[in-house]
Each structure stands twice: as C-alpha cells, then as structure tokens.
C-alpha cells in the first residue's frame, strides 16, 4: 500500500474517531439525564417514579451504545497504530492482505475476509 493510500485510510480513521467521540458525549448526556439525583431527597425522588422505567431503559441503550463506541475506538486506534508501524492493511491473524473494498467500508477492519467469517463461526 502507498503512502497516498495510507494517508486516505488515517485520515477516514481519524473521522470515524472524531464521530464516535462526538456520539459518545451525546450518550453521556443520556446516561447523566437517567442516573438519579444522588443528593435528592425521597420526596422528588418519588414524584419522578412513574418515569422509571424509560430511565431504565435509556440507560440501558446508552450504555450498550457505550460498550460499541468502547470497542470501534480501541479497534481504530489499533489501525492508527498499524497505519505507524507498516502492518496496516494486513490481515492480524493470517498476515494475508485484507481487500481494499472492505477498507473503504470499515477502515479499521483487521480481518481479511476468510478470517472474519472463520471468527463469527
Ligand atoms: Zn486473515
């Protein structure tokens, strides 16, 4: 791969990195609107119970959103670290190129096809 090419794929990682950062600070603001208010009384507290159960389930989503956002970074940082030492584009398990045209689609990819198809078996 060619450093022009190389450059195109960090710099698609870096835009993907920059959207989920972004995402994630909206998810945090759901998970802060749904957590309770440590320091109010039982009082209010009560006065909000019949919204319990949607709290419950924003939370729910926001931090199965959370979980997802947590993984794509860990595994585009991994890309940016591949894109440094020269393994980008390389399959992480087989050492086989993975396809450009998977590339394009998810640029932090680290599985050729063959692998990712063996690993979701
Ligand atoms: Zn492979």
Redesign the pocket.
């Known amino acids: 791969m060619n450093k022009r090419e190389l450059l195109k794929y960090e710099r698609a990682l870096l835009a993907e990195k920059q959207r989920i950062l972004k995402q994630g600070r909206a998810t945090d603001e759901v998970m802060d609107a749904a957590t309770p208010d440590a320091t109010g009384d039982l009082t209010s507290h009560r006065t909000y119970s019949a919204d319990q159960g949607t709290e419950n389930y924003q939370r729910e989503m926001a931090s199965r959103f959370k979980t997802i956002e947590t993984d794509t970074l860990r595994q585009i940082e991994d890309a940016l670290k591949r894109i440094a030492d020269g393994t980008y584009g390389i399959?992480?398990?087989?050492?086989?190129p993975?396809p450009k045209a998977r590339l394009e689609v998810v640029p932090h990819a680290q599985?050729?096809?063959?692998?990712?198809k063996?690993r979701k078996r």
Not at 91 to 96: D, F, K, L, M
Not at 111 to 116: A, Q, R, T, V, W
């Open positions: 399959c992480t398990s087989c050492g086989e993975v599985f050729c096809m063959n692998c990712l063996k």
